[in-house]
């Protein structure tokens, strides 16, 4: 218990703000699912008074989205106290056999793997291409296989498509010198992505570096409450990234690049590591910032009807919001509606969505008529996990022959000149 961040649960005063910013409050309507019940409940922890088996599973049901944080009017640093019950809770409760597979193929195994992550992406590939999915989503035999998000997510995949990482073009005016953070599953499976987001970096004048032994940003381990593995992969990160100097570490990921900003704070206690992941966070920026600070050269238009979906973690641990938001509106022909309950969480953050399938679909369900009502053509994100959690929403509300989702690089490259055709 000591591990648990009970100093900083004094700071809330249990004012109430934080309810209606809540998506699991909102949804299951408990006090042990709001950010001031489970503060309290860690508090408790601490002192004794209950027992860890009474805190799993409101902490087991935090999305970590963080609103909490930007509604607060005391500065309650939750986040801090979230990781700390996740840890204990990893610590002592014996995980469950296939929560032990996960953590060792995947956490530790495949997402810090480049090599993995290519076998992985080479076998999606032949499963999508060699016509093997279309055999098997007509069999109906994957809801029966699998659990029922990872079913209906399996449908919501890209297409897959190889890395063709282009030579390095140095630009003849270079505004900045960048390096680009690929990311793991979003570099496998969103590959393309990475490619024009690196096109429109260069397209604006700056000198794009892609780091060979980058490695994952460690951000699904930390919310799993792996913290050792979560520790080592943000060690391997700054060590990658201090091989030469760059005025900005950029990313396209809503999620992994909270987590790079977060590195800091994750090594605050280890004294020889400390100064240098603060270094390595200042120097993060998501790529909208510096597309548009930079300045566009839109070629040209799109004329449909669009929403944009924030990534939380984009908005209350980066505290960006309005280059994106810049860089929708300043489209040519795009028309810009902004919905009800924008910043609303869509439910997936990281993997909620696959562990707690039914309650991610009921925050799901409770954005969808938001987005309905604004009656788009295109609905805009800046995470991977939001864009399959908003494809599921689309398709579940049988929209998914009116309304593309893409991500905003994918939107941007396609009206700027010299981007499209490049990748």
């Known amino acids: 218990m000591a ?4 100093e900083e649960t004094f700071d809330c005063v249990q004012c109430g703000y934080c309810l209606p910013a809540c998506p699991t409050y909102q949804t299951m309507e408990k006090e042990t699912h709001s950010p001031r019940g489970r503060i309290n409940l860690v508090k408790m922890a601490a002192e004794g008074k209950i027992s860890t088996d009474e805190l799993k599973e409101p902490i087991d049901l935090c999305l970590g989205c963080r609103a909490c944080e930007t509604a607060c009017p005391t500065n309650v640093q939750y986040g801090r106290i979230l990781e700390s019950a996740k840890e204990v809770l990893a610590e002592s409760h014996q995980p469950s056999l296939a929560q032990r597979l996960v953590e060792k193929t995947v956490f530790k195994g495949l997402l810090p793997s480049d090599k993995m992550l290519r076998v992985l992406e080479f076998g999606l590939q032949t499963y999508q291409k060699s016509g093997a999915q279309t055999l098997v989503q007509k069999s109906g035999i994957l809801p029966k296989l699998l659990p029922q998000g990872m079913a209906e997510f399996e449908a919501m995949m890209p297409a897959i498509k190889r890395r063709k990482r282009k030579k390095q073009i140095t630009p003849t005016s270079t505004k900045d010198r960048v390096a680009y953070f690929t990311g793991c599953l979003m570099d496998t499976m969103f590959g393309s992505i990475n490619e024009q987001a690196i096109a429109l970096l260069e397209r ?4 794009v570096h892609v780091i060979p032994s980058q490695s994952c940003c460690g951000a699904l381990q930390h919310h799993a409450g792996d913290i050792e593995t979560a520790k080592m992969l943000a060690k391997k ?3 990658a990234f201090e091989e030469e100097q760059y005025d900005y570490i950029v ?3 809503g999620g992994c690049g909270a987590m790079l900003m977060e590195y800091g704070e994750l090594l605050r206690q280890e004294s020889e590591w400390h100064e240098r992941a603060e270094q390595f966070a200042n120097k993060h920026v998501d790529v909208s910032i510096i597309l548009e600070k930079n300045g566009l050269p839109f070629s040209g238009t799109l004329n449909k009807t669009a929403v944009y979906q924030p990534s939380c973690h984009m908005t209350h641990v980066q505290k960006n919001t309005s280059a ?3 860089l929708i509106q300043g489209i040519p022909g795009l028309t810009y509606v902004e919905i009800d309950k924008q910043e609303m969480c869509c439910g997936s953050a990281g993997i909620y969505n696959l562990l707690h399938y039914e309650e991610a679909t009921a925050i799901l369900d409770k954005k969808m008529p938001y987005v309905q009502k604004a009656k788009p053509d295109l609905l805009i994100t800046t995470n991977p996990g939001c864009h399959l959690q908003m494809k599921l929403g689309i398709q579940r509300a049988g929209l998914a022959e009116k309304i ?4 905003l690089v994918e939107v941007l490259a396609e009206v700027t000149e010299g981007v499209r055709n490049d990748v």
């Open 3 to 6: 591990k648990l961040a009970y």
């Open 204 to 207: 604006v004048g700056c000198d």
């Open 237 to 239: 990160n700054i060590d």
């Open 251 to 253: 990313s396209s990921i």
């Open 324 to 326: 994106p938001l810049a």
């Open 404 to 407: 593309e989702v893409k991500h």
